[in-house]
C-alpha cells in the first residue's frame, strides 16, 4: 500500500479532468490562413501537400485531407499558414472541413436533436479498421485509458456491432476490408450513424484514387462526424463525441 501511495505521487493524477477544455502541449491543430496576398503565380504550398489538401488561389485547405504534417507552413513564402494549438476540428458537414483565408473558425459537430435525445446518456461504438496504418486505431484505443477514460461519459467501445448505436470507420476502405465494413453496418440497429476517423477514412488520405480502395460505403452511408487528423489527437474525437451528445 506504502507504494501504491508513493508512485501516486510522484506521478500525480492521471485522469485528464476536463476533456472538453484540455488542450495537449506542442500539438499541431486547426490551421489559420492568414489575408496576406500571395505573390503572383505561386504554388509553394499547394506543391509540397502530400495529399492534395491545399487549392490556391485563394488558398483553401482542407482538414479532410490533410495529414497536419506542417510542411506548407514553412514553404510559404508570405507566411500565409500556420496551426493552432485548438484539438477540436471534427464536423458534421464535410464542407465545414475547408479551412478559408481569414481568423480560425471551429468547426461545428451536430448530429441532431432526435439522436441526442437518444444516445444523449449512453452511446455504444463499434470500430472497424478499413485497411488502416493502425495510427488512428491506437488513437481511438487510448479513448478508453486512465488519461481520458470517456466511459466516465457514458461512451463504450462494445465487441458487436449489434451492440452498437455507431459505426467508427478508419482506414481508406480497401476493396478486401469493403464487405466487411458493410457487413458490420447491415447488423447495427437503428437508429445508427457512421463516423469517419482521419484522413483515410474522411477522404482517402495519402491512397485516394488508389486501385486497392473502394470507398462506395460512403457514396450509401455518409457519415454523420468527420474527425480529421492523421492520426486525430485522442482529446480530437472526444470533443466531437461529447460535442455530438452535447454532454
Not at 504534417?69 to 493552432?84: H, I, Q, R, V
Request: net charge positive; with cysteine.
Amino acid at each position: 500500500m506504502w507504494k501504491l501511495l508513493q508512485l501516486r505521487r510522484e506521478q500525480g493524477r492521471q485522469a485528464i479532468a476536463d476533456l472538453r477544455t484540455a488542450r495537449p502541449e506542442g500539438f499541431r491543430g486547426l490551421p489559420v490562413i492568414a489575408t496576406t496576398p500571395c505573390a503572383d503565380g505561386c504554388r509553394a504550398c499547394v506543391d509540397v501537400c502530400p495529399t492534395a489538401a491545399i487549392t490556391a488561389p485563394p488558398v483553401r485547405l482542407d482538414l479532410g485531407r490533410c495529414t497536419l504534417c506542417g510542411a506548407c507552413a514553412p514553404a510559404c513564402p508570405a507566411g500565409k499558414l500556420a496551426f493552432t494549438p485548438e484539438v477540436a476540428m471534427a464536423a458534421s458537414r464535410r464542407d465545414d472541413l475547408v479551412v478559408a483565408e481569414g481568423p480560425p473558425r471551429v468547426p461545428e459537430v451536430d448530429i441532431g436533436a432526435a439522436l441526442r435525445r437518444r444516445f444523449g446518456r449512453s452511446l455504444k461504438l463499434r470500430q472497424v479498421s478499413a485497411g488502416g496504418c493502425n495510427g488512428c486505431e491506437l488513437e481511438l484505443n487510448a479513448l478508453a485509458n486512465v488519461n481520458f477514460d470517456i466511459g466516465r461519459h457514458g461512451i463504450e467501445w462494445v465487441a458487436s456491432p449489434r451492440h452498437a448505436d455507431a459505426l467508427v470507420v478508419s482506414g481508406p476502405i480497401t476493396r478486401t476490408m469493403a464487405d466487411a465494413v458493410q457487413l458490420a453496418w447491415d447488423a447495427m440497429a437503428e437508429p445508427r450513424f457512421v463516423i469517419a476517423v482521419g484522413a483515410c477514412a474522411i477522404s482517402g488520405g495519402l491512397y485516394d484514387g488508389a486501385p486497392g480502395v473502394d470507398r462506395g460505403f460512403f457514396d450509401r452511408q455518409p457519415p454523420l462526424i468527420y474527425v480529421p487528423g492523421c492520426p486525430p489527437h485522442p482529446l480530437t474525437i472526444a470533443r466531437a463525441l461529447l460535442a455530438a451528445l452535447n454532454s
